[in-house]
């Protein structure tokens, strides 16, 4: 299913590019030299997903709700809003919602026709997010999803998939997770993992491997 | 369109298969294929729900045999011929047989930080009235257009509860096409598993969906 798996038929030396690598390759240059993009510009557009806009924005959010109970109910009541003052906004997070686990209800989140994911706040999405097989079974069979990933939840516990089908962007906020008592804000961020505000895992123990 | 792309409660497709310490990119033909779809849609001839549009016609074995960068680099030069920036002779040689039409400007560098942060906003701030109210018991219309929507085949015939209004948004059936707002109020909705997925779906569970006011009916 990947761009990896073509073309392995050379036999040259040197790796072949592949036809995704070629046209990728040529239509840049192309736009290049029509004056429609600009080089500098997409090394910027890189840079910023690679190093700046990631799950650690997520994850200061949600260290800061568990502290913070005001800041949690505004969060709850105003996403976008309690997102923004944070330093988090803009593209593919210009409507937030954040969506509370208890020991009741887990929440957790796909995008079943595409594969729309809350960029501000966790960066661009993992391939498993992507592709068919987390997208074509979140929302018939959440439970044995979630027991891949190692979550297995009580009975009792309701879950609720999130399917992102319009422009809203959903936050799963983790439960704190037991023995943090005294933790500070940072260290706290520290155990907020990108699968926990996807709703795909729970938040790290403190001690935990990371 | 019912493509491949609609995938919800498909079987067949295997495990998961998380990538631990997964890099953002995987390619450097990723990075450029990312960076470009973002830039040239900076030109503003196509707005997000053209470019899904783009992606979901992309044939479905194919949609099926590739990645989600192949799928954003097939919308991307499906759009820029479409939309008239590059022509198909251009696209097959990788040579500019003449200069950008006028008046385009392009993303520059010291612009990437303030469009990002910007975003593109898909709520409408006007006063429509909404049809619908949470606690409302609704059926999503069964239909199957042609063009662009975004109710899920999964869906569509189920009924739901509203569980809360999102305010007014742009309807993507319309917005796909020409560009056409059409103002309407998006709710979530509640669909109880055992609806979607008979018994077979949890007990307790359920799905929640995003859905404008022209796909559902009171039920």
Not at chain 1, 114 to 132: D, E, I, N, Q
Not at chain 2, 91 to 113: C, T
């Amino acid at each position: 299913m990947s761009e990896h798996d073509h073309h392995h038929d050379h036999d040259h030396d040197h790796p072949r590019l592949t036809d995704a690598e070629l046209r990728v390759r040529a239509l840049e240059s192309l736009l290049v030299e029509k004056g429609l993009v600009d080089r500098p510009a997409l090394d910027a557009l890189i840079d910023l997903y690679e190093t700046k806009v990631g799950p650690r924005n997520g994850a200061q959010v949600v260290a800061r709700a568990w502290i913070d109970p005001a800041y949690k109910a505004w969060l709850l009541r105003d996403a976008t809003a309690a997102i923004a003052e944070m330093g988090f906004r803009g593209r593919q997070g210009e409507d937030m919602v954040a969506l509370e686990n208890t020991p009741g209800v887990h929440n957790m989140v796909v995008c079943t026709l595409c594969s729309c994911y809350p960029w501000t706040v966790l960066g661009l999405p993992p391939v498993w997010y992507k592709s068919a097989p987390y997208r074509s079974r979140a929302v018939i069979e959440p439970r044995a999803v979630l027991a891949e990933f190692g979550v297995v939840l009580p009975e009792e516990t309701e879950v609720r998939v999130w399917d992102s089908t319009a422009e809203l962007r959903y936050l799963v906020l983790p439960m704190r997770p037991e023995g943090t008592a005294g933790m500070d804000v940072e260290q706290l961020a520290e155990l907020v993992t990108r699968d926990s505000m996807i709703g795909t895992g729970v938040a790290r123990r403190p001690g935990d491997a990371s | 369109m019912n493509g491949a792309h609609d995938l919800g409660g498909m079987h067949g497709f295997g495990p998961i298969d998380p990538e631990p310490n997964e890099p953002v990119f995987h390619a450097e033909w990723e990075e450029r294929c990312f960076a470009t779809t973002l830039a040239a849609g900076f030109l503003g001839r196509w707005n997000i729900d053209m470019s899904r549009f783009a992606r979901e016609r992309m044939p479905p074995v194919e949609y099926l045999q590739t990645g989600y960068y192949e799928h954003w680099l097939h919308g991307l030069e499906t759009l820029l011929v479409e939309r008239g920036l590059v022509s198909a002779e251009e696209l097959a040689s990788g040579r500019a047989a003449g200069p950008a039409e006028p008046g385009l400007r392009k993303l520059g560098a010291d612009q990437v930080l303030s469009v990002i942060f910007k975003g593109g906003k898909a709520r409408v701030h006007e006063d429509v009235p909404a049809k619908l109210a949470p606690g409302d018991r609704v059926r999503v219309r069964n239909h199957h257009p042609y063009g662009h929507t975004r109710a899920p085949r999964y869906v569509r015939g189920h009924v739901g509860t509203i569980d809360r209004d999102h305010g007014v948004f742009v309807f993507p059936d319309t917005h796909a096409v020409d560009g056409q707002k059409k103002p309407q109020h998006v709710y979530a909705v509640r669909f109880e598993a055992r609806e979607l997925w008979g018994p077979q779906g949890g007990r307790r569970d359920a799905v929640y969906l995003d859905l404008w006011d022209d796909y559902l009916d009171p039920a």
